[in-house]
C-alpha cells in the first residue's frame, strides 16, 4: 500500500460528459502529480501541484483541469469526454527533496463508451 | 526532447532463470535522472530505483541489479534467479535534474516480464 489513494478505482461513462477523479495523497506529501496510462500513449505525465499550487504541466489537453485544494488532495476533472480519453489515470506523491521517487496510487479506470 | 526506449515488449523466461531488460534513453541535458518503476498485476507503479546521471556505479539489491552505461545511454535491469512474483510491467523513466522537474518523469513504453513457474 503506497498511502496515496484515488477514487473511483472504475468509471464508465458516455462521451461528452464530464468526470472527477480524485487523489489524497501520502500523509505529509506536498506534491501530487497526475499521469494517464493508455495503450495509444503509454504513460504520460499530465500535470503538478504543489502546496496548492500548479507547479508543472505536461501533455494535459485543454479538456482537463486539475486543482489541489488545503488538506492537499487533488482533482482531476475531465470534460466533453472523447472515447480516446479512455485510460488508467494516476495519482502519484512525493516527498519533498525525493526526486523522482514517487508513490503511486492504484489509479482510476476510465472507460468512456 | 527527451525518449526512453524498451525494445523488449515482453519477456518470458522460466522461473530461476536471469533475465535483463533493457533501456535506452535520449536526451540533451547533461544531468538527469533515471528510475526503473514495476507495475505488478494489482496496477499500482512501484519505485524500484533512481540513479544521477553522475553516478555511473553499478547497483545491486538482493536480486535485482542495474547496468547504468553513460557512453551507450543505457540503463539495463537485470533479476537474478527470476521467481513467480516478479511477473509485472517494468517501466524504465527519465528526469531532468533541476527545479523541480526531477519529478516530470518521461517512460518508456514498459516490458513485461512473465515468468513461469
Known amino acids: 500500500d503506497s498511502g496515496v489513494t484515488q477514487t473511483p478505482k472504475h468509471l464508465i461513462t458516455a462521451t461528452g460528459q464530464r468526470v472527477t477523479l480524485r487523489c489524497s495523497p501520502r500523509?505529509?506529501?506536498?506534491?501530487v502529480y497526475w499521469y494517464q496510462q493508455s495503450l495509444d500513449q503509454g504513460l504520460q505525465f499530465l500535470i503538478q501541484y504543489y502546496n496548492g499550487e500548479e507547479r508543472a504541466k505536461g501533455n494535459i489537453l485543454e479538456r482537463f483541469s486539475a486543482q489541489q485544494f488545503p488538506d492537499l488532495h487533488s482533482e482531476l476533472n475531465l470534460s466533453s469526454l472523447e472515447l480516446g480519453d479512455s485510460a488508467l489515470y494516476f495519482c502519484?506523491?512525493?516527498?519533498?527533496?525525493?526526486?523522482?521517487?514517487?508513490?503511486f496510487g492504484e489509479g482510476s479506470r476510465l472507460t468512456v463508451l | 526532447a527527451q525518449k526512453v526506449t524498451q525494445a523488449q515488449t515482453e519477456i518470458s523466461v522460466v522461473e530461476k532463470e536471469d533475465v535483463t531488460l533493457d533501456c535506452v534513453y535520449e536526451?540533451?541535458?547533461?544531468?538527469?535522472?533515471l528510475f526503473w518503476y514495476k507495475q505488478p498485476p494489482s496496477g499500482e507503479l512501484v519505485f524500484l530505483i533512481r540513479?544521477?546521471?553522475?553516478?555511473?556505479q553499478n547497483e545491486i539489491s538482493g536480486r535485482y541489479s542495474w547496468n547504468f552505461q553513460k557512453s551507450t545511454s543505457s540503463f539495463n535491469f537485470t533479476i537474478t534467479a527470476s521467481q513467480v512474483v516478479d511477473s509485472a510491467v517494468y517501466f524504465c523513466a527519465l528526469s531532468q535534474a533541476y527545479n523541480n522537474a526531477g519529478n516530470m518523469l518521461t517512460f518508456g513504453g514498459g516490458t513485461r516480464l512473465m515468468v513461469k513457474p
Open positions: 540513479r544521477n546521471s553522475f553516478d555511473e
Open positions: 500523509s505529509g506529501d506536498l506534491s
Open positions: 536526451t540533451r541535458d547533461t544531468t538527469y535522472y
Open positions: 502519484a506523491s512525493s516527498a519533498r527533496g525525493m526526486t523522482g521517487e514517487l508513490f
